[in-house]
């Protein structure tokens, strides 16, 4: 199973950006699919993740109005729409899939998201 991550960059605070995590060996909506992050200095967190049966999200409080997790079934990922960025959002993306919401076995190799205020 391989997870690519893509779509970090720098944006001013306020701005947008989308992640996407493309999957192989693995099917999206098969698995439990999670965002998370790591800032400098800090332990790696949860950020939000989809249901493999219906699609259910869950977001942590932090991102929770501003973030939206999807996923392309056809494309077989799983994308991070981050609105009203803010520079406590700057971490490293990862993404991750999981065969049960505490279990994630697979993870991505991260992008960098770096929000200026």
């Known amino acids: 199973v391989q997870l690519q991550a893509s779509g970090g960059g720098l944006v001013q605070a306020g701005g947008s950006l989308r992640l996407s995590c493309a999957a192989s060996g693995r099917t999206v909506s098969s698995y439990v699919m999670g965002w998370f992050r790591q800032a400098p200095g800090k332990e790696r967190e949860f950020v939000a993740r989809i249901a493999w049966r219906g699609g259910s999200t869950y977001y942590a409080d932090s991102v929770k109005g501003r973030f939206t997790i999807s996923r392309d079934n056809a494309e077989n990922a799983v994308y991070l729409q981050m609105n009203s960025l803010k520079p406590e959002d700057t971490a490293v993306y990862y993404c991750?899939?999981?065969?049960?919401?505490?279990?994630?076995?697979?993870w991505g190799q991260g992008t960098l998201v770096t929000v200026s205020s």
């Open positions: 991750a899939t999981g065969i049960t919401y505490s279990l994630y076995d697979y």
